[in-house]
């Protein structure tokens, strides 16, 4: 099997959202969304006039700004 043929059944079943269900899957104002599409951060797609936002991109962009914490111990009272 094709590793390619997994990525690209994958891709063609994406879901394309407008900018409001983006804004929703994201939980960002619209500032914060629309400061993310400058920063180039989403991919905008346009068949029309009406932006489209790939839910796939939108995972990734959530991933790519994942923070990590650490397990901090707290010294116990003396």
């Given at each position: 099997?094709?590793?390619?043929?997994d990525?690209?059944?994958?891709?063609?079943?994406?879901?394309?959202?407008?900018?409001?269900?983006?804004?929703?899957?994201l939980?960002?104002?619209?500032?914060?969304?629309?400061?993310l599409?400058v920063?180039?951060?989403?991919?905008?797609?346009r068949?029309?006039?009406?932006?489209?936002?790939?839910?796939?991109?939108?995972?990734?962009?959530?991933?790519?700004?994942?923070?990590?914490?650490?397990?901090?111990?707290?010294?116990?009272a003396?």
């Open positions: 099997m094709d590793p390619n043929q990525q690209t059944a994958s891709n063609s079943n994406s879901q394309y959202l407008t900018r409001e269900e983006a804004m929703r899957f939980r960002v104002s619209r500032t914060t969304f629309d400061e599409i920063r180039h951060d989403i991919p905008v797609y068949l029309t006039r009406r932006p489209l936002f790939n839910q796939v991109d939108l995972v990734a962009v959530l991933e790519s700004h994942k923070t990590s914490h650490k397990n901090k111990t707290t010294k116990p003396s």
